[in-house]
């Protein structure tokens, strides 16, 4: 089955504390993997994708990695507005003969306290 | 740029009610999503279209259903509304299906009471 978990559910950081936010999936025929931001009461924010294993993209103080089963989202010195829920999603999957599907994690809830 | 619009933001309904979600997008893009987001649940997807005229089921389509007459636009229809649809409703459009990034409206808040 299709699957992405993302760990830990929950993340309260110092300012200037870095850390990492896991994104594992299974998915069969993966095309891409795709990071985005949530703020309350808004829509998810793209912010990155991956195609294949070993690729990184940066954007500020975040980074993203793609291994064969698993995403990493490293922030580097947080600040406050860098708060939000990080949802990783995977495209792919063979769903109705078609390989066009999103499949979202329940996403990390980061707090990045001043 | 509008992106993708999603009206209304906030409703609450009846139960047995119907209502008509609208989205509409105008990136031209040919794939287009509905997802609910229920807390702590994150996004499922209830029903996807590939184009004008094709769409397909999700994996939480009952209650539901769609239409794709256009590109720009994928009304999602509620029908009988249930207690169970309580959710934030978000509408989302690709230029391709799962290879591309996905964007997303701002979403309907819905309550059926």
């Known amino acids: 089955e299709d699957q992405v978990t993302q760990s830990p559910e929950a993340l309260r950081l110092q300012e200037g504390e870095s850390s990492s936010l896991n994104c594992s999936y299974t998915?069969?025929?993966?095309?891409?993997l795709f990071w985005y931001r949530q703020d309350p009461g808004k829509g998810p924010e793209f912010l990155f994708t991956?195609?294949?294993a070993g690729e990184e993209k940066e954007k500020e103080r975040l980074k993203a990695t793609l291994t064969k089963k698993e995403s990493f989202l490293h922030i580097t010195a947080p600040k406050p507005e860098d708060s939000a829920t990080y949802l990783c999603a995977v495209g792919g999957g063979n769903y109705g003969g078609a390989t066009n599907k999103l499949i979202f994690g329940t996403g990390t809830l980061l707090a990045v306290q001043p | 740029n509008a992106g993708v619009t999603q009206t209304p933001k906030f409703r609450i309904l009846k139960i047995g009610q119907s209502m008509t979600l609208q989205c509409a997008q105008d990136m031209n893009h040919n794939y287009m999503y509905w997802y609910r987001q229920d807390p702590g649940m994150g996004l499922k997807l209830i029903y996807y279209?590939?184009?004008?005229?094709?769409?397909d089921k999700g994996e939480v389509p009952n209650g539901y259903n769609v239409s794709r007459s256009t590109t720009e636009d994928f009304p999602l229809r509620l029908e009988l509304a249930a207690p169970s649809q309580t959710s934030v409703y978000f509408c989302a459009s690709s230029r391709t299906g799962g290879r591309t990034e996905a964007f997303f409206g701002q979403g309907t808040r819905l309550t059926v009471v």
């Open positions: 991956l195609y294949s």
């Open positions: 998915v069969s025929g993966l095309r891409g």
């Open positions: 279209s590939v184009g004008a005229g094709i769409t």
